[in-house]
Each structure stands twice: as structure tokens, then as C-alpha cells.
């Protein structure tokens, strides 16, 4: 592959053992394979305060938000995995999202979710793995800019989906994860110039 396309993986959660944490890693295995950059982050690395107007007014964008935001700057794709918290979208995401809108002195608005292409992916408990999140993640990222691709994943009853090593038992619902990986970093290679 002559451009190799950069993307950034998470898990819209914290948790320790997060089902979405393992299903990122496997989607970004499939880029990997398909040739792509992957750089894995846990956002529990990336610890932010609530987003507060007032807290950035005073202290300016914490160290943790700015770092993040740089990741996402020299990254061209982002493979997301994003837990659903009563039918909706983590906290946690939602507040790195908001922290990371945030533009410093000079740079322009929504700089790090600009011209990045996204894939979308969820593993929950219930019936219907994570799908109601998925929309809601999905229509902000693309209200700030981000192309996020029609090729999704949801694992339900993710208590019983992963083995001991992390990977799906159904080897079709792997192959798919994994495929996604691989689309994200087919479509970037062809965006890159």
C-alpha cells in the first residue's frame, strides 16, 4: 500500500474488562492487516474533567484534552467502539467528543474531527448489541464532520460473545469486525493524497 492510511482505535468506555475495548482491538487487528497505522488508546489514559465553560475560561483546555486532540490530528481514521448507556451514547465519549471540539487560540473550529472518516461498532448485554447508541454516536460525529462509514457492528449479549482471549466464538461475527477494520483503511487509502 503506497499511502498508509493512520487510524486511531478506542472504546467508548473505561472499564477495565469493556466488551468494546476488546471489539475495537479486533476491528484494528483487521486494519493492521489490510496495512493500515493502528495506534490503540484507552481513554481511561486520557482522564478529563466534566466539560465545564467555565473550567476552560479560567484553566484553559487541559493537558489530557490537548494530547488527545493531537492524537486524533495525525490520525486520518478513527475505528470506535461505543458502549450504549440507556439507549444512548458513554459519558465518557461524549465528554472526550465535547473536550476535543474545543479549539485553541488559532486553530480552527472542530480541527481534529475534520476530513476524518469513521467506523462504528458496539458490543452491549442486551438484544440488540449497543445499535440504539450507535445512532446517537453517529449523528454527532457526522453534525462535526466526520464521514463515518454505513458499515457497523453490534454484538449482542457480549457476557457470552468473547473467549478468554479476547476474540468473538463466532468466527463470522470476527471475520465481520475484522472487515471493518479493513474497510476503514480501503476507503482511507483511497482518500489519501
Given at each position: 500500500?503506497?499511502?498508509?492510511?493512520?487510524?486511531?482505535?478506542?472504546?467508548?468506555?473505561?472499564?477495565?474488562?469493556?466488551?468494546?475495548?476488546?471489539?475495537?482491538?479486533?476491528?484494528?487487528?483487521?486494519?493492521?492487516?489490510?496495512g493500515?497505522?493502528?495506534?490503540?488508546?484507552?481513554?481511561?489514559?486520557?482522564?478529563?474533567?466534566?466539560?465545564?465553560?467555565?473550567?476552560?475560561a479560567?484553566?484553559?483546555?487541559?493537558?489530557?484534552?490537548?494530547?488527545?486532540?493531537?492524537?486524533?490530528?495525525?490520525?486520518?481514521g478513527?475505528?470506535?467502539?461505543?458502549?450504549?448507556?440507556?439507549?444512548?451514547?458513554?459519558?465518557?465519549?461524549?465528554?472526550?467528543?465535547?473536550?476535543?471540539?474545543?479549539?485553541?487560540?488559532?486553530?480552527?473550529?472542530?480541527a481534529?474531527?475534520?476530513?476524518?472518516?469513521?467506523?462504528?461498532?458496539?458490543?452491549?448485554?442486551?438484544?440488540?448489541?449497543?445499535?440504539?447508541?450507535?445512532?446517537?454516536?453517529?449523528?454527532?460525529?457526522?453534525?462535526?464532520?466526520?464521514?463515518?462509514?454505513?458499515?457497523?457492528?453490534?454484538?449482542?449479549?457480549?457476557?457470552?460473545?468473547?473467549?478468554?482471549?479476547?476474540?468473538?466464538?463466532?468466527?463470522?461475527?470476527?471475520?465481520?469486525?475484522?472487515?471493518?477494520?479493513?474497510?476503514?483503511?480501503?476507503?482511507?487509502a483511497?482518500?489519501?493524497?
Open positions: 500500500m503506497t499511502n498508509t492510511p493512520k487510524i486511531l482505535a478506542f472504546a467508548g468506555s473505561t472499564r477495565e474488562a469493556s466488551y468494546n475495548k476488546k471489539l475495537v482491538q479486533i476491528a484494528a487487528e483487521g486494519a493492521r492487516t489490510a493500515a497505522e493502528v495506534t490503540y488508546v484507552d481513554l481511561r489514559d486520557f482522564p478529563m474533567p466534566l466539560f465545564d465553560e467555565d473550567l476552560e479560567k484553566e484553559g483546555i487541559p493537558a489530557n484534552v490537548k494530547t488527545f486532540k493531537q492524537l486524533m490530528i495525525t490520525h486520518q478513527l475505528l470506535i467502539a461505543a458502549p450504549e448507556y440507556n439507549s444512548s451514547i458513554t459519558p465518557i465519549l461524549k465528554n472526550t467528543i465535547d473536550w476535543a471540539s474545543r479549539p485553541e487560540p488559532g486553530e480552527p473550529m472542530l481534529c474531527f475534520k476530513d476524518k472518516v469513521a467506523i462504528l461498532m458496539s458490543a452491549s448485554p442486551g438484544a440488540l448489541g449497543g445499535l440504539r447508541g450507535l445512532t446517537h454516536v453517529r449523528s454527532i460525529l457526522s453534525s462535526i464532520g466526520v464521514l463515518v462509514l454505513p458499515d457497523q457492528k453490534a454484538i449482542p449479549k457480549a457476557y457470552e460473545a468473547f473467549d478468554v482471549d479476547g476474540r468473538l466464538k463466532d468466527s463470522i461475527q470476527q471475520s465481520a469486525v475484522e472487515q471493518l477494520g479493513s474497510k476503514l483503511t480501503t476507503v482511507l483511497k482518500l489519501i493524497v
